[in-house]
């Protein structure tokens, strides 16, 4: 921890956890530079958590759970980190999955504790290979050893008109595109799920993708997107009865959960991102309550679960902050419910051992 990181007393320090939603990678000094080159907000604001995060593997991971929350096990989710640098394409993303694999075998050991790190690993394939896709899928089950869950498309899903937000990476309406669908159909044959993260504005599509394929387990992540930057800056409040509206609307689909998390990235342009020193779990609740809440509400505890999304949330809080953050977030909660929330749901759609 730097010195402008708050510390605090661990809430509910008995309290189960899954943690839903990590990444792991190792950034060279050209992609650090890219980065912090970056022609999108999101990837400069950013940059410094990249910075001081480069190394982000098993010991990093492993060292913010072990900072008095009990986290049991973790997902992880594709960062695009240890592609294959050669070969097919669209195999190449087959490299992260043998890797997190590898982490995931590395903490079963129980060489290294009893964290079930990488237990649920979530990969990225090109679905708009459409039935072609299904090679890499099989490909990417079989690298990730009976841990692989699904498919996050992240880096070509989530997009808006304005292009200062993410930069050029993102495809316009690529939930509807048909070719995506003829590979995203492959998903629910197989026993996969979908992880979709992309923003506020695009939530609709999101819902008419789960209304089209109501057999297949989508995940919506961090949050369903809100917006405060860009195009978007100053008017998040005004925004909120929209993305409101679309989160309920999208709760009535039951193939559909939800990530609660993400709200330490610079995308929802809250005072705290960044903030020095950083904020409390107090704070933090205060901030992030109308989306936890409004998503608790529309989806249910048995739909809804807690994501570090770190090291990504780090430009917020701390790793035992952002806990703190949840459990306040969740303090009215039953037990049963709390169960759901924290360990419970995403064990069950992650299908992973308790």
């Not at 990249?50 to 929350?69: I, K, P, Q």
């Not at 294959?84 to 995931?104: D, K, L, T």
Request: charged share 20%; aromatic share 8%.
């Amino acid at each position: 921890m730097t010195a402008q990181t708050l510390t605090e007393p661990i809430i509910e320090p008995d309290l189960p956890i899954v943690d839903a939603h990590h990444h792991l990678w190792f950034l060279g000094e050209g992609q650090l530079a890219a980065i912090e080159n970056s022609e999108a907000l999101v990837g400069r604001a950013l940059a410094p958590v990249f910075r001081n995060h480069a190394r982000y593997l098993l010991d990093e991971l492993l060292a913010d759970v072990a900072t008095g929350h009990s986290v049991c096990a973790t997902i992880f989710v594709d960062a695009h980190a240890m592609y294959r640098p050669r070969g097919p394409v669209a195999m190449r993303s087959v490299g992260e999955v043998e890797f997190a694999n590898g982490v995931a075998a590395m903490a079963a050991s129980d060489a290294f504790g009893t964290v079930k790190a990488c237990a649920g690993i979530v990969g990225n394939v090109d679905l708009r290979l459409g039935e072609a896709a299904e090679e890499v899928l099989d490909a990417h089950i079989q690298a990730g050893g009976g841990r692989y869950r699904g498919v996050r498309g992240a880096a070509i899903t989530a997009y808006d008109e304005d292009s200062s937000i993410l930069g050029q990476g993102g495809i316009p309406h690529l939930l509807l595109d048909p070719k995506f669908q003829l590979g995203f159909d492959l998903l629910g044959k197989l026993g996969l799920s979908y992880d979709a993260w992309l923003l506020e504005p695009q939530l609709p599509e999101l819902i008419s993708l789960a209304r089209v394929f109501p057999d297949t387990q989508i995940i919506l992540n961090h949050t369903g997107g809100p917006l405060g930057v860009g195009r978007y800056a100053g008017r998040r409040e005004e925004r909120f009865p929209l993305w409101r509206d679309n989160i309920r609307t999208l709760a009535t689909c039951q193939n559909v959960a939800v990530k609660l998390g993400g709200l330490g990235m610079p995308t929802p342009g809250f005072k705290t991102f960044m903030s020095t020193p950083q904020a409390s779990s107090a704070r933090l609740a205060e901030e992030w309550k109308p989306y936890i809440a409004t998503c608790i509400e529309s989806f249910g505890p048995d739909r809804c679960m807690f994501e570090s999304n770190f090291p990504v949330d780090a430009a917020s809080c701390s790793y035992p902050v952002l806990w703190n953050t949840f459990k306040r977030l969740a303090s009215g909660a039953s037990k049963e419910e709390k169960n759901s929330l924290f360990w419970g749901t995403a064990a069950r759609i992650y299908r992973i051992p308790t």
